[in-house]
T-cell receptor, first 111, second 114 residues
Framework: ELKVEQNPLFLSMQEGKNYTIYCNYSTTSDRLYWYRQDPGKSLESLFVLLSNGAVKQEGRLMASLDTKARLSTLHITAAVHDLSATYFCAVTTSGTYKYIFGTGTRLKVLA | KAGVTQTPRYLIKTRGQQVTLSCSPISGHRSVSWYQQTPGQGLQFLFEYFSETQRNKGNFPGRFSGRQFSNSRSEMNVSTLELGDSALYLC?????????????FGPGTRLTVL
């Protein structure tokens, strides 16, 4: 069964600092997604990563995918308060084609 | 382009009752998936419907059921509600099967079971 783990689960960081969220998954996957969720709100799509070595950037967020290591990273550069949210990765499984979500990382950026 | 809509946004029910939630996908999207989100269990996949057929199912009891109509709108039903069914229920739509396509999420229905 595919398992998706994120770490850290909670992250409190100062504005202006850099940090990385990690997403590990246990079996071969076709594609990987990153989502953001604000408190009480729905999920907003951030990135879709389709192949090994894929890198995508939007503003202060950059996501990458290493399919051999079964690892994706979401790097935050010079964090600002507006980035405070919960970030989820999700992978689709080869064969069953289900979306499996990670545990989520709750990010709090302190002014 | 309108996004995914869900109704109602909030519901309060009592144990033993049943509830029906509705989801309208983005126009042109043929797949609708349902998820349950709770603080303890996180985001859990319930089921996916594509072309009016259930294509995938998560590990939930038979009290949870769904259906999809010819216009791709979907409903989810929970019978004999339990306290543990209190959750945010999210619906997501995609052009094709979720395993091959990006999903877009609705605002959710927050269900409280008393």
């Amino acid at each position: 069964e595919l398992k998706v783990e994120q770490n850290p689960l909670f992250l409190s960081m100062q504005e202006g600092k850099n940090y990385t969220i990690y997403c590990n998954y246990s079996t071969t996957s076709d594609r990987l997604y990153w989502y953001r969720q604000d408190p009480g709100k729905s999920l907003e799509s951030l990135f879709v990563l389709l192949s090994n070595g894929a890198v995508k950037q939007e503003g202060r967020l950059m996501a990458s995918l290493d399919t051999k290591a079964r690892l994706s990273t979401l790097h935050i550069t010079a964090a600002v308060h507006d980035l405070s949210a919960t970030y989820f990765c999700a992978v689709t499984t080869s064969g069953t084609y289900k979306y499996i979500f990670g545990t989520g990382t709750r990010l709090k950026v302190l002014a | 382009k309108a996004g995914v809509t869900q109704t109602p946004r909030y519901l309060i029910k009592t144990r033993g009752q049943q509830v029906t939630l509705s989801c309208s996908p983005i126009s042109g999207h043929r797949s609708v998936s349902w998820y349950q989100q709770t603080p303890g269990q996180g985001l859990q996949f319930l089921f996916e419907y594509f072309s009016e057929t259930q294509r995938n199912k998560g590990n939930f009891p038979g009290r949870f059921s769904g259906r999809q109509f010819s216009n791709s709108r979907s409903e989810m039903n929970v019978s004999t509600l339990e306290l543990g069914d209190s959750a945010l229920y999210l619906c997501a739509s995609s052009l094709g099967l979720a395993g091959y396509n990006e999903q877009f999420f609705g605002p959710g229905t927050r269900l409280t079971v008393l």
